[in-house]
């Protein structure tokens, strides 16, 4: 096993901008969670979240129990402003489509190093609401770690959400944590 750590930096800019941005949640719109009983008190595990805009990572970043590890496309770590976000929580970059060995093996280290890990399991946005096929990297990762799932679906977080919430409509916007589950082994 590799060690496994963020950089104090990072977890000072953890502790500083987590607040920050649940702040801002909670402000421009209405936060509901659900199922925060279901989030493992210890031990790693993999959170599975629909994404549907850009949204869904930061609210749950923001409001996680403790501030899980996060994988994203490269693409963000180019983009202004969520460049500057990712590089200061220290995400997982992942090459989308190809098979990426370093992302992989950054993110099981993180699993084996007992931390959670937030990954979109379709591999990108789908920009409407309902959930595309997984992607096998997910299997992957649970199948050379063990750890279980912990499903997240956010509703409210579409596209259009940031247009509603400047104009003061505020809307929902809910996290609902579903029960802890583990893949069956592969077999071969």
């Known amino acids: 096993m590799r060690p496994y750590s963020v950089p104090v930096t990072n977890r ?39 994404h549907v805009s850009t949204y869904e990572p930061p609210f ?22 969520q460049s ?24 099981i280290d993180a699993l084996n190093s007992g931390r959670p890990l937030l990954i979109a399991p379709e ?3 789908t920009h409407e609401v309902g959930m595309r096929r997984a992607l096998p990297g997910v299997a992957y990762l649970v199948e050379k770690t063990g ?14 959400f940031m247009k509603y919430a400047l104009r003061f409509n505020r809307p929902r916007l809910e996290m609902r944590i579903g029960q802890p589950f583990y893949l069956p082994r592969v077999e071969g």
């Open 12 to 50: 000072i800019a953890r502790r500083i901008f987590r607040p920050i941005f649940r702040l801002l949640f909670h402000l421009l719109s209405d936060v509901k969670i659900i199922g925060l009983e279901n989030v493992p008190t210890s031990g790693a595990y993999l959170i599975t979240i629909n």
């Open 60 to 81: 749950v970043l923001a409001f996680w129990p403790i501030p899980p590890e996060g994988a994203g496309a490269i693409e963000i770590w180019e983009r202004p402003g």
């Open 84 to 107: 500057i976000l990712v590089r200061i929580y220290y995400g997982i970059p992942v090459h989308r489509g190809e098979f990426d060995r370093q992302a992989l093996e950054k993110m």
């Open 123 to 125: 591999g990108g946005r």
């Open 147 to 160: 750890v279980p799932v912990v499903p997240v679906g956010v509703v409210g977080a579409t596209d259009d």
